[in-house]
């Protein structure tokens, strides 16, 4: 079953609004959880890496202003699209670090398609 | 900076056919390489996963290899089925990271 959580799947908001995406490691506890963005038939882009109890790092090109990232608790970060216009469409990806085991893994959730009008 | 590209973009095959998806990655230093399967409009399904020190891994009808000094992995997929119709994605964690680089895909298609 899925490890990851995201919510909500798809969302639908006016220019202007903010939006929050939640997502969630659900067996277990993510120091590092990372956002993904993708346009329409293009690959994953990261724009930035969330670490549980101190601030997010940002790629190169992704305003931090305008994308706000909280990882409040050990399973939870949440991005927030501040003041969002129509080219903020796109579908959005986390994936979180279960640095526990031999091998550590990330485990990717479900994405959020949101669509500004 | 890491770059990681696919080849080819797109493919279109008869159902039963072999298949080799290509990637190839500039900076050799990675921890490990996964190969992922994209449904549209959906999530990821990781597949595959070789760390740097392996040559190959396999799942069922797939096999990923890798050849870390020349930046290259390849997916087979033996005996196509049109279940198998999505975008396979590859990503390479650089050393010293714990995020992923990701390729540009190769969108495919099984007709049967």
């Known amino acids: 079953g899925a490890v990851v959580s995201q919510h909500p799947s798809r969302v639908i908001c006016k220019s202007g609004t903010s939006v929050k995406i939640e997502c969630r490691s659900l067996?277990?506890?993510?120091?590092?959880m990372f956002w993904y963005r993708q346009f329409p038939k293009k690959s994953l882009m990261l724009m930035a890496t969330s670490n549980e109890g101190s601030k997010a790092t940002y790629e190169q090109g992704v305003e931090k202003d305008k994308f706000l990232i909280n990882h409040a608790s050990l399973t939870l970060s949440t991005l927030t699209v501040t003041s969002a216009h129509p080219e903020d469409s796109s579908f959005y990806i986390c994936?979180?670090?279960?640095?526990?085991?031999?091998?550590?893994?990330?485990?990717f959730g479900p994405g959020t398609r949101l669509l500004v009008l | 900076k890491q770059e990681v590209t696919q080849i080819p973009a797109a493919l279109s095959v008869p159902e039963g056919e072999n298949l080799v998806l290509n990637c190839s990655f500039t900076d050799s230093a990675i921890y490990n390489l996964q190969w992922f399967r994209q449904d549209p409009g959906k999530g990821l399904t990781s597949l595959l996963l070789?760390?740097?020190?392996?040559r190959e891994q396999t799942s069922g009808r797939l096999n990923a290899s890798l050849d870390k000094s020349s930046g290259r992995s390849t997916l087979y997929i033996a005996a196509s089925q049109p279940g198998d119709s999505a975008t396979y994605l590859c990503a390479v964690r650089p050393k010293g990271t714990y995020k992923y680089i990701f390729g540009t895909g190769t969108r495919l298609k099984v007709l049967a």
């Open positions: 994936s979180a670090r279960d640095p526990t085991g031999s091998q550590e893994t990330q485990y």
């Open positions: 067996d277990f506890q993510a120091t590092t």
């Open positions: 070789i760390q740097s020190s392996q």
